[in-house]
């Protein structure tokens, strides 16, 4: 990752969200937040730390909580001309806004053929790791991507969230973006100033020539663990970070496999109907002749996650089980 800014600092995940919202809100007096606790609180997960402080009650807005009101209060902000950044606490809950999501900010310029714009960012936490049992837990992005009319980022590191957040809150239509628990206490050097990385766009995190990792958020992390020990066997592998999963880079993604001949998938997500099935699908379709063993995914079991932290720890994929599965494709 490069960046042509002089002012590089190490910064966290979670700063990556709040400092970088609170860039834009100088910025442009359009840009308001709202949710439930983003005011005086700053998040449930500190997101949105400092933002009340500094912009007040009219921009940082307390919400009941209803995700259905938040999602319509966001609707009706972005299509009157202001560029709200409305937060759904748990990404389980987005399901309870599903028909605002869906029925309305998806498809309204659709419906008003396309005179209509939808500046509507949507934040959202999802993943395991913390015992928060099985209804603030999941990993529902499959489901988001589903919608004609969204768009779904998932930052894996703290540059990336910054320069995809960035993109997605000057983006006309609505988006969704994905933060990870785990990731949220992470860091990496991120610039000061405000970039944009463009939607659709996936990173090559690493070169490789042996079998390509097609990681989904935190995955990515997991990856490279899993990378550093195969090495250690002479096994290369390429690692790919979609960053976007809608709309999703097939091209680059295509671009690898013929290169490598193999491929591991792998997110967080339940693996039945997660996106890594359509991910297989684009990467077969489009690079069938060239793939020497069939593509091999890794998702969660068919099960809700669970609340025992040694059973959790066991649903979630890991660096372990990539590695087998990179073992596997390959033959060894």
Known sequence: MTATETAVGEKSYVE?????IAQLMREDDDIFVAGEDVGAFGGVFSTFLGLHAEFGDRRVVDTPISEQAIVGLGIGAAVTGLRPIVDLMFMD????AMDQLANQAAKLKYMFGGEATMPLTITTTGGAGLSAAAQHS???EAILCHIPGLKVVFPSNAYDMKGLLVSCVREDNPTVVVKNKLLLGTSCPVPDDLYAIPLGVADVVKEGRDVTIVAVG?????ALVAAEKLAADGIECEIVDPRTLQPFDTDTVVASAKKTNRIVVVHEAVQFGGIGAEMTAQITEGAFDYLDAPIHRIGAPFAPVPFSPA???HYVPNAAKIEAGVRQVLGR
């Open 218 to 222: 935190r995955m990515v992390n997991e």
């Open 311 to 313: 059973l959790e720890q």
């Open 16 to 20: 990556a969200v709040s400092g970088t």
């Open 93 to 96: 809950f987005v399901l309870v």
């Open 138 to 140: 999941q990993s529902l």
